[in-house]
């Protein structure tokens, strides 16, 4: 079994008060909160949506891909100063 998904198995009990806790005091006791808006999602891990270890995204190499692309856009535009970007 996955640590990701042990640690949130683990966990559930207490999420699941804290969210039935958080509902009952907001939409029922103090209604704050109308009982028509939606719940909020839980990301909670477990075999169906688990972290897929072979799919990790290098944040960096993602931040200077963005960098190059936008390098050049802003070159393309100096090119042709007429040029609309829309």
Do not use: C, W
């Not at 719940?39 to 200077?64: A, S, T, W």
Request: cysteine-free.
């Amino acid at each position: 079994m996955d640590y990701a998904v042990a640690v949130s198995l683990s966990k559930i009990h207490e999420v699941g008060e804290a969210l039935l806790k958080e509902y009952v005091n907001t939409r029922l006791d103090k209604i704050t909160v109308p009982l028509s808006d939606t719940n909020k999602r839980n990301n909670m891990f477990i075999f169906g949506n688990r972290l897929d270890p072979r799919k990790k995204k290098n944040k960096v190499g993602i931040l200077n891909h963005n960098t190059m692309l936008i390098t050049q856009l802003f070159i393309s535009l100096q090119s042709f100063p007429d040029a609309d970007i829309l």
